[in-house]
């Protein structure tokens, strides 16, 4: 079974930095397409972005372009997101899921982390 274990949430201030991390174990790490979603409460979950098995394609909402980037490190079974600019409507939990096909829907996503707090504070 595919474990997801994300670290790397806090509190930051409007325009502040984080970097989550999301470590992979019990699978094949590389075959599997890599996305990040977040929820805030009374919201439904959203897709972030999301990164191919290789690294070479990436996608991210239209909300965080410029702003958040995606990556992976199949040698240490990790996918990031870097987070920079981050603005109070930012905060939310942010999980990490794996899948084995390209979806920005959740339900297309197999495994998921337990989500790690985000919160911008204005």
């Known amino acids: 079974q595919v474990q997801l274990v994300e670290s790397g949430g806090g509190l930051v201030q409007a325009g502040g930095s984080l970097r989550l991390s999301c470590a992979a174990s019990?699978?094949?790490?590389?075959?599997?397409?890599m996305g990040w979603f977040r929820q805030a409460p009374g919201k439904e979950r959203e897709f972030v972005a999301a990164?191919?098995?290789?690294?070479?394609?990436?996608n991210s909402r239209n909300s965080v372009k410029g702003r958040f980037t995606i990556s992976r490190d199949n040698a240490k079974n990790t996918v990031y997101l870097q987070m920079d600019s981050l603005q109070p409507e930012d905060t939310a939990v942010y999980y990490c899921?794996?899948?084995?096909?390209?979806?920005?829907?959740?339900?297309?996503?197999?495994?998921w982390g337990q989500g790690t707090q985000v919160t911008v504070s204005s």
């Open positions: 899921a794996a899948a084995k096909r390209v979806d920005t829907s959740p339900r297309g996503y197999d495994y």
């Open positions: 019990g699978g094949t790490f590389s075959s599997y397409v």
């Open positions: 990164i191919s098995w290789s690294g070479g394609n990436t």
